[in-house]
């Protein structure tokens, strides 16, 4: 029971890192400092992997503390904030759901196609 709560708070840090990871090597991709090349270089394995652990990681722990509360519901007759693994649980899965749109966001920025900078002589 414990161990399931405090998967809670471990996969809510990750997801976010994750996501974070991902939003960082975006940022390197994108270069206009050569005229009428692409600004964003391929989008690379390593990325699309990260930007979909974020929101699949998010997701996870909603299950999990929803999962976490039933089984200390059912073996303690306790809620999920009266233990103290059970309350750490229960305030990071209300910071994942927060992370999740950063983390589609980060999704949809991984999936954009790439473009073409027009400034300098494409000629």
Known sequence: ???????VPVSTV????????ALMVEGHRMDQSVP???VRAPVALIEYVAAWAGP????AVVAA???AACSIRRRCATGLWATKPGLLAYV??????AAIPFELLVLLMAHRPAGVWGGGDCG
């Open 14 to 21: 990750l997801g976010v890192l994750v996501a974070g990871y």
């Open 36 to 38: 009428c090349k692409a």
């Open 1 to 7: 029971m414990t161990r399931q709560a405090l998967l």
């Open 65 to 67: 503390c929803v999962l």
């Open 92 to 97: 990071s899965v209300w910071l994942s759901i």
């Open 56 to 59: 699949t990681l998010g997701v």
